[in-house]
């Protein structure tokens, strides 16, 4: 099982970025998954999560209306489009896979799998 995310860079704020995570070893339909991100001495956070069973997508409140999370059975990645970025959405992103259980989604400790992260700048 791997993950592998890509997509990121440097945008100015009120851009818009789409980030990939490429799955291999497993399907969209496999698992669970999850986008978090991580800003300098901060912990990580869960921003976005897709279920398995039926695609229902959650999201935490500070990117909720600008993030939308999809699954792409054809390419069999999973996709964060991000519009209206903010100074504050600048972190390195990952992408996660099979929740554990026992903790909420937005707990990192909760997640099996886990692909090396991009970095997404927004500044002018």
């Known amino acids: 099982v791997q993950l592998q995310a890509s997509g990121g860079g440097l945008v100015q704020p009120e851009g818009s970025l789409r980030l990939s995570c490429a799955l291999s070893?497993?399907?969209?339909?496999?698992?669970?998954i999850a986008w978090f991100r991580q800003a300098p001495g901060k912990e990580r956070e869960g921003v976005s999560c897709m279920s398995n069973n039926d695609g229902r997508t959650w999201y935490v409140d500070s990117v909720k209306g600008r993030f939308t999370m999809s699954g792409n059975n054809i390419k069999n990645t999973v996709d964060l489009l991000m519009n209206s970025l903010k100074p504050e959405d600048t972190a390195v992103y990952f992408c996660?896979?099979?929740?554990?259980?026992?903790?909420?989604?937005?707990?990192?400790?909760?997640?099996?799998?886990w692909g090396q992260g991009t970095q997404v700048t927004v500044s002018s």
């Open positions: 996660a896979a099979e929740r554990l259980g026992g903790t909420k989604w937005t707990d990192p400790k909760g997640w099996h799998y």
């Open positions: 070893g497993f399907t969209v339909d496999s698992y669970a």
